[in-house]
């Protein structure tokens, strides 16, 4: 594992070189020295990150740490003012729709109408990803029975639960087929059986494709149980990088201490007091800030 205040070294493969030719990429996402500021605000600062072909990469830290700027660039919806970004070799800055067609997003904020419904949400994604028109029905059909919600399906959107939401917004993610999956705080808000059906339904799509996935979340517990590696970003960077038993044991060492750490001590051993400064406050109070269930009006 690294714990450099400087950025992560040792456990990241080494980035693709800016000319090297977009073949057989070693990476599913590489981010190079990205920054992004928004007018004073450094959200992302020199942000070194790789995403291996195939796990499931966690991003994790406290409000305003940067994760979802990150996200943003990754997918193209934000420029990449400086650095590089590659998506499976795909360079975000000069490849934008390449990079779009390998992935499916779910952001942070509500993706879902709730003037429409299941099936209807689904569909329009479809669209909207270029699903082949004669495929349409098929692969709408499929997003939702990989998310559980088949039964559901010609319910309005607005009738739904936090937690099937959210497994919408997955489908709808899903519908294209993705390479690579995103999601930004996949859980927030959600009842903890709601959570694990989240997880299950990621996994199960996961193992059937061997997609990627990366995600964001505050919950360290998930992180742990569910990232086959963990970034821990504060201030724009990750500052540290490894499995969750990697980072946990790495703790312990240096603490000299046989009881194993939890993945939120490895946090605040990497952030310091940081933590508690004006970028937002701790992953306690996080967790309470939003509701998943009102987001759909
Ligand atoms: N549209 C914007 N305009 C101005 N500042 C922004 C904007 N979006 C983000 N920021 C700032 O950039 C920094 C990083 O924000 P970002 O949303 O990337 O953090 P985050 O890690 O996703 O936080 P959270 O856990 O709350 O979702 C914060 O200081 C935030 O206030
Ligand atoms: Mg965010």
Redesign the pocket.
């Known amino acids: 594992m690294t714990t450099d205040p400087a950025g992560p070294t040792a456990t990241t493969a080494p980035a693709t070189a800016a000319g090297e030719a977009a073949t057989a990429p070693a990476e599913a996402v590489s981010c190079t020295g990205l920054t992004y500021a928004?007018?004073e605000?450094r959200?992302?600062d020199g942000l070194d990150l790789g995403v291996r072909q195939g796990e499931v990469f966690g991003l994790l830290?406290?409000?305003?740490?940067?994760?979802?700027?990150?996200i943003r660039c990754v997918t193209t919806l934000l420029p990449v003012p400086a650095g590089m970004v590659r998506v499976f070799g795909h360079d975000a800055a000069k490849e934008r729709m390449g990079v779009r067609r390998l992935l499916g997003y779910v952001p942070?904020q509500l993706s879902a109408d709730g003037g429409l419904t299941g099936r209807e949400n689904v569909a329009l994604f479809a669209r909207v990803f270029d699903v082949p028109r004669r495929e349409r029905t098929a692969r709408v059909d499929q997003a939702l029975a990989a998310v559980g919600l088949s039964d559901a399906a010609e319910r309005l959107a607005g009738t739904y639960s936090g937690g099937m939401v959210r497994r919408l917004e997955l489908a709808q993610a899903l519908v294209s087929a993705p390479r690579l999956l995103i999601l930004?705080?996949p859980t927030v808000g959600l009842d903890p059986i709601a959570r694990t059906g989240v997880w299950e339904h990621v996994n199960a799509v996961r193992e059937a494709t061997g997609m990627t996935v990366l995600v964001?979340t505050?919950h360290m517990d998930e992180a742990d149980q569910y990232c086959d590696r963990v970034g821990l970003?504060h201030r724009?960077r990750v500052r540290a990088l490894g499995t969750p038993e990697e980072l946990r044991r790495g703790l312990a060492e240096r603490k000299g201490t046989d009881t194993l750490p939890t993945l939120e001590d490895v946090f605040r051993d990497v952030a310091g007091s940081g933590l508690d400064d004006n970028?937002?406050g701790g992953f306690r109070e996080?967790r309470s800030t939003r509701r998943t269930a009102r987001r759909v009006g």
């Open positions: 928004f007018g605000t959200a992302v830290g406290p409000n305003g740490a940067g994760k979802t700027t990150t942070q930004d705080e964001t505050h970003m724009g970028t937002g996080v």
